[in-house]
């Protein structure tokens, strides 16, 4: 069992009136990739400043391998970060960027220049140590304040936005890299990041963060099958959310009167109040698309798990389609649908009426 | 042919219409004629510089010789080379303070930093010269401290200047890099010394040649507070104009002309050293 | 920006120089020639502070007044020959292309480096009776025979006169208003001329009710900072205005040098502070005004 590396005790960050964090609390062990997601302004950020020693908590305290970082400045922590802009020193090549933190610490020359090389050619970018940083691409650049991060060994590496500056190409390939990055070098990674397909490709544990709280921490299995709540099922990936009343809720099923799509079976308990309001949450590939009439509730009584409506709207993305079903409520859903043969686009089309159905295993119901 | 088949311009190339041309023109006419004339004149081999009467380096050589002008102009520069000295360094501090902290009353600081670029520069002379003579600043020390009083002055309405110079160019400057200073490691000082300086390094430069030019060029604040013995170059050049016209003057004339082409080229030039470098930006 | 609280010793450090400097040397010499507008001299050296107002009062004589009026009068006249003759200048420079943006910039900007004292003298070499332009007007005139029928040819009286010294201000002071002109104009967005000549204006309709009206905050600050170094300016009048073409520095040049009358010369100094810092002010309001509606 690891130990924690990062401790983060009802830490909670005010700015005048705002209150960015809200008494957080969160373990972070060693040897994870860890990501903080959450829309832009959720304090996700400020955490990451904070991990850092960058802005103060003004309620709480964090312990980095034990110790409390009270009163530590940021150039005495064992992290260290990669900053948003990347912040390479324009005016040094490559090679002294990589070595300014073992310059500081009185590192000997020698051994600077060839850790510095090794860094360099951990993140491909050997023999570009003459370089200066305005003959590099942006791309190059992280490259280099990566290196010039990971010579130092740190605990624990810090990114603010990694990738947020790159294009999609270049995006795809260094998650990748930097997933692989850090299973070479092993030591934590903790991002921060508002892209929900950055997160749920990169990270081992994934810490949701909304108006400065936490609302989810799991695995990113577990957030997108078992969102916790609205929040984080709305925010990760498409969701179609019905609101209704708890009537049956027994050990191996349930069942949901929403208004919206009729009755919603579940092949498990909720242990939610009797008669409660909770919302379903069904994802918009768990949705089976038929022809009026053909669709069948598996597994589920007469009548639960179907619903009928009219194809409103259609955008073809190439691997799938997706659909806007208008429900015989007047409630518009999303719905998408494989392309698993050549013309299987060809199916639906708008006005078309349509009947749906779903597994009893796919909607979550969520209390909050 | 080329007379009648012209290029149409587009509507929004207004520079190259004949009309605006011909306004630059005359302009550019109106700026220089009397600079140029003043410089063939210096040339004219006649003391009533009217009419020429023939080419001569001559006074050009009386000007070397007249003991009074040269030791004006050593004024001049010991001056400029001092206040310039003390003014980058006042005027990176305001700008820094200015730039990175927050502090009470801190619009009215920046109000009063302002204030001697925008002061009549005749109150700033009247000022100076008060002072001096209120708190009976000494007269009779030996160079090149008889200078102070005036050097003094210079700083006081060069450093402001310094100051918006470098604050400008501290404006963009990417505050993470500091931070990424900090990161690694460095302390306070050390982030400032090896992130921040070289940063504010064009703006230091741009800035010590702004001070050096108007501390070199200045007459009214000096007029004010210079002495029979401690005279700098322009308010000599003022006495030999309004008192005894001598043809030496437009000699004079014509090397500050020169000397500050050659200041402003060479500021251009170091302008774009310091923008190729700082140029991914 | 952080709050100088959070590193107070850097911050000591980093505001003590500058702010003391300004203070011994800026303000409290002010200060000092503030109070001397309210004293009287009071035997050969020493001079009394009185608290009287006796200063700012011989200052608003019709005497005094009448100068101060004509110096407005003037820097107001140079103030709008340098906008007329400047705003097509910057014009210019503003719609050139790139390649030749720097060196116009350079061509207009490189007289304003060059040392005030020169420029005026230069002026003076041309201006006067038997300077460059009276000889060309001489040769002028006998080259057209204008001799036989205006009678023989009479320098004109380009010196020591009012024209002149308006002459004098606008040379010197041209490129100050150029500068920020050019910086308003450059910073228009071009894609809205074109959309009004799209919709039908003419140019000079364009220039006027679009171009103006949105680099009009950079015209003011051009106004301003030509005016008021014109209202102060003492060299120029100086040395090419006669005796009835002085101007408020030139009555101040002579309180203290040469009147010895430094609490009267105090408070006209003080006066002409007051009007530059209303100027100032007001356009410090403006700023705040827009900032604050955008």
Redesign the interface.
């Known amino acids: 069992m690891s130990e924690p590396i990062i401790q983060i005790r009802n830490v909670t960050k005010r700015f005048g009136n705002m209150v960015a964090v809200d008494n957080v609390s969160l373990d972070i062990v060693a040897g994870e990739f860890f990501v903080m997601l959450g829309p832009s302004g959720c304090g996700k950020t400020t955490l990451l400043r904070m991990i850092?020693g960058?802005e103060l908590p003004t309620e709480g305290q964090i312990l980095i391998d034990g110790q409390d970082m009270a009163g530590v400045?940021?150039?005495?922590r064992p992290v260290?970060?990669v900053?948003?802009?990347?912040?390479?020193?324009?005016?040094m090549s490559v090679l002294d960027n990589v070595g300014?933190?073992m310059k500081?610490?009185g590192v000997p020359k020698r051994e600077i220049r060839e850790r510095a090389e090794e860094s360099l050619a951990l993140v491909k970018l050997d023999g570009l140590g003459a370089r200066m940083?305005?003959q590099l691409s942006g791309g190059q650049r992280q490259r280099v304040?990566l290196a010039?991060?990971l010579v130092?060994r740190p605990k624990v590496l810090l990114l603010d936005e990694p990738l947020s500056a790159l294009d999609a190409k270049l995006r795809a390939q260094m998650q990748f890299e930097l997933a692989d990055l850090q299973d070479k070098v092993g030591i934590t990674f903790i991002t921060v990041t508002h892209d929900q397909d950055e997160a749920l490709s990169m990270a081992s544990r994934i810490g949701v963060i909304n108006k400065g709280q936490i609302a989810q921490l799991a695995t990113p299995s577990d957030l997108y099958e078992y969102p916790a709540n609205r929040f984080v099922a709305d925010f990760i990936g498409s969701v179609n959310i019905f609101e209704g009343k708890l009537s049956v809720d027994e050990p191996e099923r349930a069942v949901v009167d929403c208004p919206e799509i009729g009755k919603i079976y579940l092949n498990h308990g909720v242990t939610g109040p009797h008669e409660a309001s909770v919302w379903a949450a069904v994802r918009p590939e768990k949705m089976m698309l038929c022809k009026p009439g053909e669709a069948v509730g598996r597994d589920a009584p007469e009548g639960h798990n179907v619903a009928n409506g009219i194809i409103k709207g259609m955008s073809y993305l190439g691997d799938c389609t997706l659909y806007e079903v208008m429900l015989d409520s007047g409630r518009m859903i999303r719905v998408s649908r494989a392309n698993l043969s050549r013309f299987d686009q060809e199916d639906f089309t708008w006005d078309d009426k349509v009947s749906l159905c779903w597994h009893p295993s796919s909607p979550v119901v969520l209390l909050a | 042919m080329s007379l009648f088949t012209r290029k149409p311009l587009a509507p929004l190339e207004y520079t190259k219409r004949l009309w605006l041309r011909s306004w630059i023109a005359a302009v550019t006419l109106f700026l220089y004629a009397p600079l140029l004339v003043l410089f063939v004149f210096s040339f004219n081999d006649s003391k009533a510089n009217v009419v020429w009467r023939g080419f001569t380096f001559k006074y050009y050589a009386k000007l070397f010789k007249n003991d009074g002008l040269m030791s004006a102009l050593g004024n001049s520069l010991t001056i400029a080379f001092l206040a310039t000295v003390v003014s980058l360094v006042l005027g990176a501090l305001a700008a820094v303070m200015l730039w990175r902290f927050r502090f009470p009353a801190k619009a009215g600081v920046e109000g009063v930093m302002a204030l001697p670029i925008v002061v009549p520069e005749i109150c700033m002379g009247v000022a100076m010269l008060v002072f001096f003579a209120a708190i009976e600043w000494p007269t009779d020390l030996p160079w090149p401290l008889n200078l102070s009083a005036i050097t003094i002055a210079h700083i006081t309405f060069c450093f402001p200047f310094v100051t918006m110079v470098v604050r400008a160019r501290l404006a963009n400057f990417?505050r993470?890099?500091e931070?990424?200073?900090?990161?690694?490691?460095?302390?306070e000082w050390?982030a400032f010394r090896?992130?921040l300086l070289?940063?504010m390094k064009p703006g230091l430069i741009a800035g010590a040649l702004l001070a050096f030019t108007l501390s070199l060029d200045d007459f009214v604040i000096t007029f004010f507070t210079s002495g029979p013995n401690t005279t700098t170059f322009p308010v000599k050049v003022y006495s030999m104009v309004r008192f005894s016209v001598t043809p030496e003057v437009n000699a004079v004339s014509t090397l500050l002309i020169l000397l500050t082409i050659i200041l402003t080229t060479v500021a251009l030039k170091l302008q774009n050293i310091a923008g190729d470098?700082?140029?991914?930006? | 920006m952080q709050d100088w609280k959070t590193q107070r010793s850097a911050f000591a450090a980093i505001a003590t120089a500058p702010t003391l400097w300004l203070l011994l040397f800026f303000i409290i010499p002010l200060a000092i020639v503030w109070a001397y507008s309210f004293g009287s001299n009071d035997g050969l050296t020493s001079i009394k502070i009185s608290g009287t107002f006796a200063n700012y009062a011989r200052a608003l004589e019709p005497l005094y007044l009448q100068i101060f009026g004509k110096s407005v009068a003037v820097a107001a006249l140079t103030t709008l020959i340098c906008l007329i003759v400047g705003f097509p200048v910057a014009l210019a420079i503003s719609f050139a292309t790139p390649k030749w943006k720097p060196w116009l910039l350079l061509l207009i900007m490189l007289p304003f480096w060059t040392n005030l004292l020169i420029r005026t003298y230069a002026l003076l070499s041309l201006l006067g009776t038997r300077g460059v332009v009276n000889q060309g007007a001489e040769w002028f005139w006998g080259a057209f025979g204008l001799a036989g029928m205006f009678g023989p040819f009479e320098p004109l009286p380009l010196l020591y006169n009012n024209f002149a010294v308006i002459f004098g201000l606008v040379y010197v002071h041209l490129p100050f208003m150029v500068l920020p002109l050019y910086a308003a104009l450059d910073r228009l967005d071009k894609s809205l001329i074109e959309a009004s000549l799209d919709l039908g204006a003419g140019h000079w309709t364009t220039i006027t009710r679009i171009v103006a009206p949105l680099a009009a905050p950079g015209i003011i600050s051009g106004l301003i900072i030509t005016f008021v170094p014109a209202l102060g300016s003492y060299l120029t009048p100086d040395l090419m205005g006669g005796t009835d073409s002085q101007m408020i520095a030139n009555v101040v040049e002579r309180q203290f040098k040469r009147a010895n009358d430094w609490p009267f010369g105090a408070a006209l100094s003080f006066l002409l502070m007051y009007a530059t810092f209303i100027l100032i002010a007001l356009q410090a309001l403006r700023n705040r005004k827009a900032e604050a509606g955008r």
């Open positions: 850092a960058f400045p940021p150039n005495k260290n970060m900053f948003q802009s990347y912040a390479v020193f324009p005016h300014y933190g500081i610490a940083p305005d304040a010039r991060s130092m | 990417n993470e890099e931070e990424a200073a900090k990161d690694l490691g460095a302390n050390q090896d992130v070289p940063h470098a700082g140029a991914h930006k």
